[in-house]
């Protein structure tokens, strides 16, 4: 099986983004894909991460098949991450916001965010990002 990296977290109030990370690991591992489970150091990138609670798991080398980050911020930010990548894979991150979900998908044919207002709409997209990964060998 294929190894992920994974990153969750929120600095607001509730754990809305559960639901959703949860639901797109489901289908991740339907579709052959294994999380990682080594816990990686968290190092910030634009903002100050002193509120936010994350995690961040996925091998132990380093590499990954793809990163699926999903956040829920107080207020979205210009980057789709709070933190500093440390994999070099393809990207699929969600940002939880109280009235859409902002998709960011780095192997699209053209990279893009594309807000979406219906959670069945952001799994749709996960399962676009996996079927354009490459295939093993």
């Not at 994974?6 to 559960?18: A, I, P, Q, Y």
Request: with cysteine.
């Amino acid at each position: 099986m294929k190894t992920f990296a994974t990153l969750s977290g929120t600095n607001s109030d509730d754990n809305r983004h559960e639901e959703v990370f949860q639901r797109l690991v489901a289908v991740a591992r339907d579709t052959g894909f294994t999380p990682g489970d080594f816990q990686h150091p968290i190092r910030e990138d634009q903002m100050s991460l002193r509120e936010w609670r994350l995690d961040y798991r996925g091998p132990g080398g380093r590499e990954a098949a793809f990163l699926l980050a999903v956040t829920a911020p107080k207020i979205p930010s210009i980057s789709p991450l709070p933190i500093q990548q440390g994999f070099s894979c393809p990207l699929f991150s969600v940002v939880v916001m109280p009235k859409y979900f902002g998709v960011w998908s780095e192997n699209r044919p053209k990279d893009s965010f594309t807000e979406v207002t219906v959670e069945d709409e952001v799994t749709a997209e996960f399962r676009r990002f996996l079927d354009r990964l490459p295939k093993e060998a």
